[in-house]
Every structure is written in structure tokens, then in C-alpha cells.
């Protein structure tokens, strides 16, 4: 304990395990930090340096090496799948943007968004699937040595349920052509645990652009007869036709709450136009795609810029405001108490429009007013409307690529309110 930094780790319960930073009490990482100006690295943006050692630091960076490797690599492509370089909408901005409107207009607003809700998101079913072949999860009869929250691995399984609902997995196996599993936004690989341990699967490719400890990879590679590769890269840069050990194999695509925009680029990553490396010409990465399964979550984070599918919201009257301002109502969805289950509710009604004649209309911070007032549940239907939206066009511009898709809820609220999940599958030709 004495060669140890002195900070206290609340969370953690304990003192910080560094070792003291010369004849400080502290480590490096809690030292009191110079007075001088501290900037973000060039390299790697998640950490700061003071100016005058940026230099230095450029050249020792530990994401240097990993970066510089990266770029090497042939799936390597910078913003392959972005569509935009426009700089991101903050949700300060967006906030602004909706208090900056006059009670009309923020009423015409929510009166846009139940309307298109009960026009668009109708048939949106509640599909909570636990199959039998994810007993030895479920039951707990797994390797004990593995992490396990049963929240997590409930959600997990339904998602594989869902699958075999579709034809995608059986019980015993998946489908006869199906061989690889690319899972994106990978984190610590645990969904790919759960579907090699239930279904069986001979090649997995981990997408994940941070580093993480405790991941499954190590169980993964105990399992007989299965190739593991980890891809460290971020989803936006991915040239899934530049996989060389990918290429021509049949795969299934799947990610559990891949956050707001990253369902976007996967989405593209799997079904959009790729320039073919050797002769510059467009080409789908579809031909090998079986099915895809994403959970979207934290839609507060989407952007215009990465949306899939603007023209589709476009033709009902959303803009590029719009949309931020929707993407900001989101986050209220999950502020509320879900015991009683909001987002299942199949007749969810959006709060009353507030009339120019209301308190809050001759304010000029009416809106920001009106907003902070509404009740919790009023708020979390609005936020979960909103959600549907978003996902049901990104459904749309699944279905326009010819495959079999849908959107339903895959587990209860009181589980995780972030329970959307789009699920689709290509019709493989049969041969007499």
C-alpha cells in the first residue's frame, strides 16, 4: 500500500494501484496537472498533453504504433462507409435549436411526430425469444469463469431467438452455407460467446475499434475447429470486401447496442456500394450476406451526416433539423421509471401539443419551459416515437436492398428500454 498513488477510487472501493510519480503521493495520472495548456492529442483525441511536449509525444504515443499498422492493412479505408465530412451536430445544438422555437412551431413538431409515428411504426411487434439451445447460458450451466449478467445474457439470447425465429439458426446449427459471424462493435465478443456455444460457428471476426480486458477471445479460441480474428478498426473505415479471409464465405452480420451513428455505417458497411480494389468499379458487399441482427441504442447520438436513409424522411417532412431535434427527444426514453413498461405499450400516445394560449406562449423561453414540465412518462413516450422513427427508416433502406427485414421489440423495458432490433435476411437461390 505505501508504493501505491494515494488517489481513492470511489467506484472501485480502493486506493489507485499506480506506482507514485517521483516523490509525489500520486501517480502520473492523478498528479496535479501543470498550469500550462493542455490539448487534445493529434493521435488519440481521448487523452490531452501539454503544447510544448505535443512534439515528444507524437513520437511515443501508445496508439502510434497501433494507428500506423492500421493504415497498412487492405480493409483499411479511410470513411468508406461516412457520407458526409460534415462536422458533427453537438447536443447542445440541437437542445438550442428546440428551445430557439416559438410554441407553434414546437407544436406543429410533435404534432409531425405522432402522426408519422401511427403512420410509419404500426407494425412494430413485441418478439421476446429465449430458444432452448441457449440453456447452458441461461441455466447458468456455462463456464463459470466467464462473466455473467443475466440482463445481458437475456438480451443476448433473444436476439439468437429472433434469428431462429427467422430461419437464420436452428437449434442444432446454423444454416448449412452459413460459416462466419462478423460481429460489429464488438466490445468484449460476448454475444459471439453466447451464439458459438449454442449454435456452433467455424470462422468469427470481432470489429471493435477499442482495447478491452476480460474479452472473450480467449474462451473463443478454445473451441474446437474455430478461426477467431479481432479487427481493430473503426466501423466508418471498414472495407468488409478487403477482408481477405472473408472473401467468398457466406456471414452472418449481428451487434448488440451498437450506438446511435454506428448502426448507420454497419448497415452501410454490409449492404452499401464499395469500390472494388482492383478495378475501381462499384460493388456490393451483399453477395455473401445471409442475415443481419442489430440492437440499435443511444439514438441521441445519431447524426444527419451518417443517416442511411435521408431521402425516405426527407418525403415526410423531416429535415436535417428535424432530425437533430428527434434524435435529442430520444434520450428522454430512457429517463423515466420502465416498470411499467412504456415502450410496450401498443397504443403510446405523445404528450398534448401545448396551444399558443398556453401558460408557457408569450415566454420567450416558452418551449425550454414547457419541456422542463412534462411529466416523465409523457416525455419517454415522446423520446420512444422518435426512436421508432429513426430505426423505420433505416428499415426502409434495408428492404430497398431487396432483403427480408423488420423491426421489433426484443425484450421487455424493465430489461433494457433500449429493446429495438432490426433483423434481416437475403432469400439464397435454391439449386434443383
Given at each position: 500500500m505505501e508504493k501505491r498513488c494515494k488517489h481513492w477510487l470511489p467506484k472501485k472501493n480502493r486506493f489507485c494501484a499506480n506506482t507514485p510519480f517521483n516523490d509525489?503521493?500520486?501517480?502520473?495520472?492523478?498528479?496535479?496537472?501543470?498550469?500550462?495548456?493542455?490539448?487534445?492529442?493529434?493521435?488519440?483525441?481521448?487523452?490531452?498533453?501539454?503544447?510544448?511536449?505535443?512534439?515528444?509525444?507524437?513520437?511515443?504515443?501508445?496508439?502510434?504504433?497501433?494507428?500506423?499498422?492500421?493504415?497498412?492493412?487492405?480493409?483499411?479505408?479511410?470513411?468508406?462507409?461516412?457520407?458526409?465530412?460534415?462536422?458533427?451536430?453537438?447536443?447542445?445544438?440541437?437542445?438550442?435549436?428546440?428551445?430557439?422555437?416559438?410554441?407553434?412551431?414546437?407544436?406543429?413538431?410533435?404534432?409531425?411526430?405522432?402522426?408519422?409515428?401511427?403512420?410509419?411504426?404500426?407494425?412494430?411487434?413485441?418478439?421476446?425469444?429465449?430458444?432452448?439451445?441457449?440453456?447452458?447460458?441461461?441455466?447458468?450451466?456455462?463456464?463459470?469463469?466467464?462473466?455473467?449478467?443475466?440482463?445481458?445474457?437475456?438480451?443476448?439470447?433473444?436476439?439468437?431467438?429472433?434469428?431462429?425465429?427467422?430461419?437464420?439458426?436452428?437449434?442444432?446449427?446454423?444454416?448449412?452455407?452459413?460459416?462466419?459471424?462478423?460481429?460489429?462493435?464488438?466490445?468484449?465478443?460476448?454475444?459471439?460467446?453466447?451464439?458459438?456455444?449454442?449454435?456452433?460457428?467455424?470462422?468469427?471476426?470481432?470489429?471493435?475499434?477499442?482495447?478491452?480486458?476480460?474479452?472473450?477471445?480467449?474462451?473463443?479460441?478454445?473451441?474446437?475447429?474455430?478461426?477467431?480474428?479481432?479487427?481493430?478498426?473503426?466501423?466508418?473505415?471498414?472495407?468488409?470486401?478487403?477482408?481477405?479471409?472473408?472473401?467468398?464465405?457466406?456471414?452472418?452480420?449481428?451487434?448488440?447496442?451498437?450506438?446511435?451513428?454506428?448502426?448507420?455505417?454497419?448497415?452501410?458497411?454490409?449492404?452499401?456500394?464499395?469500390?472494388?480494389?482492383?478495378?475501381?468499379?462499384?460493388?456490393?458487399?451483399?453477395?455473401?450476406?445471409?442475415?443481419?441482427?442489430?440492437?440499435?441504442?443511444?439514438?441521441?447520438?445519431?447524426?444527419?451526416?451518417?443517416?442511411?436513409?435521408?431521402?425516405?424522411?426527407?418525403?415526410?417532412?423531416?429535415?436535417?433539423?428535424?432530425?437533430?431535434?428527434?434524435?435529442?427527444?430520444?434520450?428522454?426514453?430512457?429517463?423515466?421509471?420502465?416498470?411499467?413498461?412504456?415502450?410496450?405499450?401498443?397504443?403510446?400516445?405523445?404528450?398534448?401539443?401545448?396551444?399558443?394560449?398556453?401558460?408557457?406562449?408569450?415566454?420567450?423561453?416558452?418551449?425550454?419551459?414547457?419541456?422542463?414540465?412534462?411529466?416523465?412518462?409523457?416525455?419517454?413516450?415522446?423520446?420512444?416515437?422518435?426512436?421508432?422513427?429513426?430505426?423505420?427508416?433505416?428499415?426502409?433502406?434495408?428492404?430497398?436492398?431487396?432483403?427480408?427485414?423488420?423491426?421489433?421489440?426484443?425484450?421487455?423495458?424493465?430489461?433494457?428500454?433500449?429493446?429495438?432490433?432490426?433483423?434481416?435476411?437475403?432469400?439464397?437461390?435454391?439449386?434443383?
Amino acid at each position: 500500500m505505501e508504493k501505491r498513488c494515494k488517489h481513492w477510487l470511489p467506484k472501485k472501493n480502493r486506493f489507485c494501484a499506480n506506482t507514485p510519480f517521483n516523490d509525489s503521493p500520486f501517480c502520473g495520472n492523478h498528479s496535479s496537472r501543470s498550469n500550462g495548456k493542455w490539448i487534445p492529442c493529434s493521435i488519440d483525441p481521448s487523452h490531452c498533453v501539454l503544447e510544448e511536449n505535443m512534439e515528444g509525444h507524437l513520437k511515443k504515443c501508445p496508439l502510434l504504433k497501433q494507428s500506423q499498422t492500421l493504415s497498412l492493412q487492405p480493409y483499411y479505408q479511410k470513411g468508406i462507409n461516412q457520407q458526409q465530412q460534415d462536422a458533427d451536430f453537438t447536443s447542445e445544438m440541437k437542445r438550442n435549436w428546440v428551445y430557439n422555437l416559438s410554441i407553434p412551431q414546437f407544436s406543429e413538431l410533435l404534432s409531425k411526430i405522432r402522426s408519422l409515428h401511427t403512420l410509419i411504426c404500426k407494425d412494430i411487434k413485441f418478439s421476446y425469444r429465449i430458444p432452448h439451445a441457449c440453456d447452458v447460458w441461461i441455466k447458468r450451466q456455462n463456464d463459470r469463469k466467464l462473466p455473467y449478467q443475466e440482463k445481458h445474457v437475456r438480451q443476448q439470447a433473444s436476439i439468437l431467438g429472433n434469428l431462429e425465429d427467422f430461419g437464420v439458426l436452428s437449434e442444432q446449427h446454423c444454416q448449412s452455407d452459413l460459416s462466419a459471424v462478423v460481429e460489429f462493435g464488438a466490445g468484449r465478443g460476448y454475444l459471439t460467446q453466447i451464439l458459438a456455444d449454442s449454435y456452433g460457428i467455424n470462422k468469427v471476426f470481432l470489429v471493435e475499434r477499442k482495447a478491452y480486458k476480460l474479452k472473450a477471445d480467449r474462451s473463443l479460441r478454445q473451441i474446437d475447429n474455430l478461426a477467431l480474428e479481432r479487427l481493430r478498426i473503426d466501423i466508418e473505415d471498414l472495407n468488409l470486401n478487403a477482408v481477405e479471409s472473408l472473401k467468398g464465405i457466406p456471414y452472418l452480420a449481428i451487434g448488440k447496442h451498437l450506438c446511435g451513428p454506428a448502426t448507420d455505417l454497419t448497415l452501410r458497411c454490409c449492404l452499401g456500394e464499395h469500390p472494388n480494389q482492383d478495378n475501381g468499379k462499384e460493388q456490393s458487399v451483399r453477395p455473401h450476406l445471409r442475415s443481419i441482427a442489430v440492437a440499435t441504442c443511444c439514438h441521441h447520438l445519431c447524426q444527419w451526416k451518417h443517416y442511411t436513409n435521408k431521402q425516405y424522411l426527407n418525403n415526410l417532412g423531416i429535415t436535417k433539423e428535424h432530425f437533430h431535434a428527434i434524435t435529442w427527444f430520444t434520450s428522454w426514453a430512457v429517463d423515466a421509471d420502465h416498470g411499467s413498461d412504456v415502450s410496450d405499450d401498443g397504443s403510446l400516445q405523445s404528450p398534448v401539443p401545448p396551444s399558443d394560449n398556453d401558460e408557457y406562449g408569450g415566454d420567450a423561453s416558452g418551449v425550454e419551459d414547457y419541456t422542463r414540465n412534462m411529466k416523465a412518462m409523457d416525455r419517454a413516450a415522446l423520446g420512444f416515437m422518435c426512436k421508432d422513427i429513426i430505426d423505420m427508416g433505416r428499415l426502409m433502406w434495408i428492404k430497398e436492398r431487396g432483403l427480408e427485414a423488420k423491426l421489433v421489440k426484443y425484450v421487455p423495458s424493465d430489461i433494457s428500454p433500449e429493446n429495438r432490433l432490426l433483423i434481416a435476411k437475403v432469400e439464397v437461390p435454391t439449386t434443383n
